[in-house]
Nanobody, 125 residues
């Protein structure tokens, strides 16, 4: 059974940092794209960053480029999202998701097959 479990969310002041983790199990980790999406109240789910667990290539949306970094520890079957210089508009529920290897790049939710339960990130001004 595929499982994705997010952790690391919380409340932080603007300009602060958080590191999210996505622990994966139930599949061959180094053969997929793992992505981070977020959804703010009343808004559509937005792709933030993704990483190919086979070759380490990454993608970051323009809204987070230069502030967020995605990385993967294949020995631990875990993907991380380091979020720096956080802004109030980064407030959302953050989800990690598993997609096929070819999903690396611009992120569309329909390309991803399995999702975690989400972790809340709140950035105060």
């Amino acid at each position: 059974e595929v499982q994705l479990v997010e952790s690391g969310g919380g409340l932080v002041r603007a300009g602060g940092s958080l590191r999210l983790a996505c622990a994966a199990s139930g599949f061959t980790f180094d053969d997929y794209t793992i992505g981070w999406f977020r959804q703010a109240p009343g808004k559509e789910r937005e792709g933030v960053s993704c990483i190919s667990t086979s070759d380490g290539s990454t993608y970051h949306a323009d809204s987070v480029k230069g502030r967020f970094t995605i990385s993967s520890d294949n020995a631990k079957n875990t993907v991380y999202l380091q979020m720096n210089s956080l802004k109030p508009e980064d407030t959302a529920v953050y989800y990690c998701a598993q997609g096929p290897a070819q999903a690396i790049g611009v992120m569309y939710p329909y390309e991803y097959d399995y999702w975690g339960q989400g972790t809340h990130v709140t950035v105060s001004s």
